[in-house]
């Protein structure tokens, strides 16, 4: 078995409308801005999710059980390079109170387009107030978009 590698096997887009987000359309895709030109390396936050787990031992048990429970995705947000002023598109765009899906797909090139069967991730968002981080020496200018998750995600879906 080979490896796959995530440097350039990312693609990750903001997308306004998707009307199914299992099986979103590459034309409701290709409507959306492509981020991946723009996070950081790390920039892509919280997009990973865990489960948690109940409780089912009883009074009368010798030995702790458990169940799974609710799956959650914590701390979800972009952390983003500021472009040039005048031309930074996403920045303007991921205003706080904006909603939409960030749709990740993830082990082919990001230079390939969307193209039916791929497998995704769509995630349904609304941005919070973006966060100015402190300049560093030898660094680029850094901003954050908070992307709360708003309703259950689609991690396993497929493009249409």
């Known amino acids: 078995m080979a490896d796959v590698y995530a440097d350039g096997n990312v693609r990750v ?3 306004a409308a998707i009307s199914n987000q299992n099986l ?3 034309t409701e895709l290709n409507a959306g801005i492509l ?3 723009t996070l950081t390396a ?4 919280g997009f990973e999710a865990t ?3 109940v409780d089912t031992s009883k009074l009368a048990s010798t030995f702790n059980t458990k169940t799974i429970g609710r799956d959650d995705y914590s701390g979800t947000l972009l952390r983003l390079v500021k472009q040039t002023v005048g031309a930074d598109t996403i920045r303007s765009t991921l205003s706080r109170g904006t909603t939409g899906f960030i749709v990740i797909r993830r082990g082919i090139a990001e230079t390939t387009s ?3 069967s791929q497998q995704i991730e769509v995630y349904p968002i609304i941005c919070g ?3 100015e981080l402190t300049p560093t020496a030898n660094s680029v200018m850094k901003y954050e978009v908070p992307t709360p998750i708003t309703a259950a995600p689609s991690p ?4 249409a």
């Open 13 to 15: 887009a903001f997308v």
């Open 51 to 53: 489960t948690a787990e």
């Open 129 to 131: 107030r973006r966060k």
């Open 24 to 26: 979103p359309t590459t």
């Open 35 to 37: 981020l991946q030109g």
């Open 114 to 116: 969307w193209a039916s």
């Open 42 to 45: 790390d920039g892509l936050v």
């Open 156 to 159: 396993d879906a497929t493009v």
